[in-house]
C-alpha cells in the first residue's frame, strides 16, 4: 500500500503545487482580499506552502517509482507524520479570512487542515502496512 500511496501523493500534490503558484501568494492583497484562493475556496496558499508541497510531491515520486519496498513505507511513514503534525499546528492556529495569521509563510485554513489530516492519515497507515503483496493463507 505505501507504494500505491506513494505514487497516487507524488500525482496530486504535484497538481496542487503547480496549481499553487498559478493561484499566487496570500501575502499579496488583490482587491483588498488575500490571493491564493481557488475561486471561494478559502486556501490562503503561499509560495512557501506550494514549494513543500512540490517538494513532497518529490519524495513521493521517489517512493513510489525508485525506491525499494523498505524504503518506500519509510518516506510513506515520514511524510504522514509531517502532514498530521502540519494539520495539528493548523487546527491550533486556524488563519483569519483576512490571511493575518501565519506560521513561517504557511497559511492554515480549514479546507487545507482537512487535507492535510486526512493525507497524513492515510499516509502513516500505508507507510505501516508496508507493502506487503502476500496473499493470506488459508488455515
Known amino acids: 500500500m505505501a507504494r500505491l500511496y506513494a505514487q497516487l501523493g507524488a ?3 504535484f497538481a496542487f503545487g503547480i496549481g499553487g503558484l498559478l493561484t499566487g501568494d496570500a501575502g499579496q492583497l488583490v482587491h483588498h482580499h488575500p490571493a491564493g ?3 471561494d475556496v478559502t486556501l490562503h496558499l503561499t509560495y512557501v506552502r506550494d514549494i513543500l508541497n512540490l517538494v513532497i510531491a518529490a519524495a513521493l ?6 525506491a525499494g519496498n523498505v524504503i518506500s513505507a519509510e518516506i510513506v511513514l515520514t511524510i504522514g507524520v509531517v502532514l498530521l503534525l502540519l494539520a495539528l499546528l493548523g487546527f491550533a492556529n486556524t488563519d ?5 495569521r501565519s506560521i513561517a509563510g504557511l497559511h492554515f485554513t480549514l479546507p487545507t487542515n482537512l487535507f492535510d489530516s486526512i493525507a497524513g492519515a492515510l499516509g502513516v497507515l500505508c507507510g505501516i502496512g508496508g507493502n506487503a503483496s502476500q496473499q493470506a493463507t488459508s488455515g
Open 11 to 13: 500525482v496530486v500534490f
Open 37 to 39: 484562493n481557488l475561486g
Open 96 to 100: 483569519t479570512p483576512a490571511a493575518t
Open 61 to 66: 515520486g521517489f517512493a513510489g517509482f525508485r
